[in-house]
């Protein structure tokens, strides 16, 4: 063998090995896995209800539909491990390179979405309103085109475009945190800010009382500009974690410290498994302050306690390493999951339901570890393909 060549097996070993998310805060990946699956679990239970008309036990889609919020756990992790990153970067360099920012930005999210949504448009084809509305779906503008199947090809690229949005203007708020001259004035403006989201849903609602419950959703939970205090909501727990983790876990050693933290997130979780608690009258403003507000108060809460609480068994459960790896494929799992659920999943409990006599109390939970492993498998081949290759060419472009 020559000397510096490779040997194929090590060659092949490092094709097929994972990239693997920053293990800086292993608990996260763990948080990040059940997001992922609420996530697979709620889209399973709509296509099953609304599009394949499988007949499913009206209280246990209720219940499953009525958990809709890990979606904005993603957001709250997303805006704390950008957080964190900036916070790094201005306190190790003084400054943040906005340009290196977007552009390791762009390398990590934009290829696989853009590879997943011109599959879709060359497999399946376009109808006349999702060719209007593709170079909004390019250009990360999904959450403000009509979200309809018929009207978009990837519907769920809405909350990548609102991510995408949002960062576009994250350097310019740490630029704002960085005039601020304490601590309590920097988590002043992020308060502010994370309740400005809040303020916006109110006084839109308001000035709309003949929205039905469909209108509501579509203008108020889809639009950046409604929907980015999750977002805060983590950037200002990155910096809550990196002035003061060290006195919040000394805190946290104390059993009624924690159920003191805890008991507030417990109360959120109530607040949205019952969004109804309050009477019909109230079901919808109840849920324009649940879209964000309540979830962030409940994520973190707990957030920060199972990064400071301590070595707890859910700790070291969330924290273990097999998590790391599935975390890894998350996204391409968020990307495809859908497509697999339309073409694949969705026909085969179709099958098994009217054909084969199953009942929906297997078809259900079987269907929803069904797309959770095919869409890993298919997503591994996303991250080898497309995902690795740009995240080296990142790493040679963005230093």
Known sequence: MLQGQIPLRDALRRFFALDLLDNRYSVLHGMRVVAILSVVQYHVTTIFTYETHLTMDRSWAMTSMTIFFGMDLFFILSGFLIGSILLRSVETAGFINVRRFWLRRAFRTFPAYYVVLTALVLLFGINAAQRKHLPFEYAYLTNYVPLTREGTVMLWGWSLALEEQFYLSVPLLFFGLSKMRSDRARLTLLGLFWISALVVRLVIFKRHPDWDAGQVYDNLYFKTHTRFDTLVCGIMLAYVQQRWSKPIARWLEDPLHRGLLSLPSCACLWLLLQPWMFGEKWLLPVRVVCWGTTTSVMYFGWTLLLLNGGEGWIHRFLGAGFWRRIATLGYGVYLVHIPVCDHVIAPLARYLSKGR????????????????????????????LVEKPFLRLRDLVAK
Do not use: K, R, T
């Not at 006599?357 to 080898?384: D, K, R, T």
């Open 357 to 384: 006599g199953w009942p929906m109390a297997v078809v259900w939970p079987s269907s929803v570890l069904g797309l959770f492993g095919l869409s890993l498998v298919v997503s591994y081949g996303l991250h080898l």
